[in-house]
């Protein structure tokens, strides 16, 4: 039993591994601040290669995302699929499955900022039948 519970968690480390290192897909974090109490704000650059995706997921904080550079694809649960270009900004409710295209033959860049309780990670990989 205890076997079987160390192989769930290193198959669950190396699944959260793999949603930090999609292909084609670089994020740098830009700053990593405390505040609220009991919450830290994160602020990501990210850059989506031509014809690059993200694996789909989640946050337990809300998301907020402004377009640098390029035109996105974004597919949201619960809403329908939409594409922001530089100088749009979207928003992502907490525990809300998504994930960005880029669909053209031109880099994408964006800025993403998060709040999640201190502690959580900040995201987790969803799959089709759930998170």
């Known amino acids: 039993m205890v076997r079987m519970l160390l192989i769930g968690a290193m198959l669950l480390a190396a699944g959260a591994s793999v949603c930090a290192q999609e292909a084609g897909v670089q994020r740098k974090i830009l700053l990593t601040e405390d505040g609220p109490p009991g ?18 997921h989640a946050h337990p904080g809300p998301l907020s995302g402004y377009v640098l550079e390029g035109t996105l694809v ?19 409710e907490p525990g809300k499955a998504h994930l960005v295209i880029n669909s053209s033959d031109a880099p994408v860049k964006l800025i993403a900022m998060l709040v999640v309780e201190k502690g959580k990670p900040l995201s987790s990989p969803v799959t089709e039948q759930g998170k």
């Open 74 to 92: 974004f597919e949201q649960e619960g809403r329908p699929t939409a594409s922001y270009k530089a100088g749009e900004a979207f928003y992502v």
């Open 39 to 56: 919450f830290q704000t994160v602020v990501n650059a990210l850059e989506f290669a031509p014809g690059a995706r993200e694996l789909k």
